[in-house]
């Protein structure tokens, strides 16, 4: 059974197995938790990222990196939809959560932190930002043990804790 753990904090300070970024197509760096996890991780991210991905990585899909300096063993990075720019499709927001899941099962990963994908530049509206997180994890059937959601600041907190707790979870 999976356990779904509201956090208060900075991704780049989860001591899981891997966490995961909330890149871009292009997977060579960018703002806000991408820009955060390759200052933390220092160059042997990028250059991973450029070595495995040399044409980047198409919205809903996730792919895995070493994770240099951070103190995780894996980067699973994932693009989330742009709403902001009219990707609206929340498929692609769900799929985020569910083939990220699927490579830290193939990576033996047991535990592994999320930002809120897409909440951020990308524009989703919170509280649907946060439903399509806890749903699609809760539904996942992942072998992941602990799945921590990560929020940078205590009104996010909040809201996660209370989606998790309307759910009974
Ligand atoms: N730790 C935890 N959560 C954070 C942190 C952090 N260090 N920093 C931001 N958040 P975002 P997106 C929260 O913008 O919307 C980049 O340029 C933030 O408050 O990181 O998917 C990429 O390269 C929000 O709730 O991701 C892409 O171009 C959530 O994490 C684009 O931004 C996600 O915010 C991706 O945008």
Do not use: K
């Not at 929340?90 to 799929?95: E, F, K, N, W």
């Not at 569910?98 to 909440?119: C, H, M, Q, V, W």
């Amino acid at each position: 059974m999976t356990r779904i753990v509201p956090v208060l904090g900075d991704i780049t300070q989860q001591e899981v197995d891997a966490v995961v970024n909330a890149a871009n197509n292009g997977m060579r760096g960018g703002g806000g938790v991408d820009g955060a996890i390759h200052r933390a991780g220092g160059a042997a991210v990028l250059r991973d990222c450029v070595a495995r991905f040399p044409d980047g990585l198409a919205t809903g899909d996730a792919g895995y990196t070493t994770a240099g300096d951070l103190p995780t063993r894996w980067v699973i990075h994932t693009v989330g939809p742009d709403y902001g720019s009219g990707q609206r499709d929340r498929s692609l927001l769900t799929s985020c959560y569910r083939r990220s899941l699927e490579i830290a099962d193939e990576l033996g990963a047991t535990t592994i932190a999320f930002p809120l994908i897409s909440a951020g530049i990308y524009a989703w509206p919170l509280d649907d930002a946060i439903a399509a997180a806890v749903d699609t994890i809760a539904e996942s059937g992942t072998a992941v043990e602990e799945v921590r959601l990560v929020a940078r600041d205590q009104r996010i907190f909040a809201e996660v804790e209370r989606a998790l707790s309307a759910r009974g979870l």
